[in-house]
């Protein structure tokens, strides 16, 4: 009788797992159309551009012309830049946006980006099975750091996630296990077969969180690296954080391309990666342009960089997040942003076209994932001040969530 039960519902799971995997193909299928109605669109503005300027420059010989471009050429310095203060929204949240000239986008559009976010959360209803609201994977967790894939973990909890695994080594398990039964705790990281044991449970992720607390051990970094060539075979959002950071600034290729990529730099891994990619250390003066560099120069993944405010880029765009966080910078804030990422980028990501109005997800959910971050970061000072730790916003996340997103 048992056996029959377990066997009915492995069958439900199995099943489960192959709508989903039928699902994000799907998925797929639509995203590469609409790409390549896009690439189209871009040709054409392009030559109608082409057409403008050559007959302007034969009209008037008295303005200077710029040299003909290419329909596809981006260039930080033909966009346009537009300050928005949203005085809708409460509490105020500045968003300023950069446009390509590729692209049409109204005041309106700005606006929306907050809404945008709230658009791709999933309701919640009486009819959804566990799992079905996320599934995240954190990997990282060594003998030296085992709060920060505790935090990133629990966040993508507390944000909304069903189920959070952390794959992490033998002697960060017990302790990990130990802060939180919430979280599945996999001891596999530093084992012989650490890629294939990360494997097996990749078909039940939906995102990825790789880096909190993985260290720089030549092992452990290695299968990382393994990690992510199996999370990329099956197409699955990857945040990469921290020492993951590490590893790609070292091996850029390993993610260079994969659009489904997020990358989260604090200020030094921000240096770091930009000098590895563009062999020119960042212009201070020039931030916007910067992010967005480096995003193009790593294949157009979604870049957030981090610090006092936050700028995100998916090479096209940039939107900045400077809502009021404090002026306390303690550890593991970074990590609360990348588990919340990973939960809203797998949201973001299935919610389709539609509701984030046609945007990239990945910058509607790196623009989420920053402003409750910060919100949680000022929740917690006002109680706590200069002791204020990175548990202190953990247990603010679920106002700070609601305060933003659900009110
Ligand atoms: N409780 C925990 O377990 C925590 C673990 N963490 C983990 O700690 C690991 C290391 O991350 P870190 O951000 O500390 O990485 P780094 O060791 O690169 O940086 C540590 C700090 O040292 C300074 N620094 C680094 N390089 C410098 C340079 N060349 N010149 C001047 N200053 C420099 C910076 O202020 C930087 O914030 C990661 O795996 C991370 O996830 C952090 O998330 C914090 C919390
Ligand atoms: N100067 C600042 N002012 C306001 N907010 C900030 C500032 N610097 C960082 N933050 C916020 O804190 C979040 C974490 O950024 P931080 O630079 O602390 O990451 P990190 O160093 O990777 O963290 P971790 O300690 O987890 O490794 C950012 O998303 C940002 O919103």
Redesign the pocket.
Known sequence: MMEKFLQQSMDTDEKFYRFEEQRLKIEDKRREAEHARELQMLQMLGQMLAGISSSVSQRSQSIPTSPPRRANHRSYADNFNYNAMTATLSPPIVIERSFSLHRTHTLKDMENIFQLVRNVIPPLTGKKHKGQDGRIGIV?GCRE????PYFAAITALKVGADLSHVFCTKDAATVIKSYSPELIVHPVLDSPNAVHEVEKWLPRLHSVVI?????RDEVLLENAKGIIEKSKMKGIPIII???GLWLISQQPSLIQGYQRAILTP?Y?EFSRLYEAMLRDPVDSSDHHGCVLRLSQAMGNLTVVQKGERDLISDGEKVLVCSHEGSSRRC??Q??LLSGSLGVLAHWAFVAGAEKTNGQNPFLVAAFGACSLTRQSNQQAFQKFGRSMT?SDMVSEVGTAFNKLFET
Not at 145 to 148: E, F, K, V
Not at 211 to 215: E, F, K, M, N
């Open positions: 990282g750091y085992t709060g920060a880096g909190p607390g993985l260290g954080d921290a020492d604090n030094m550890g593991g970074g990590d990175a």
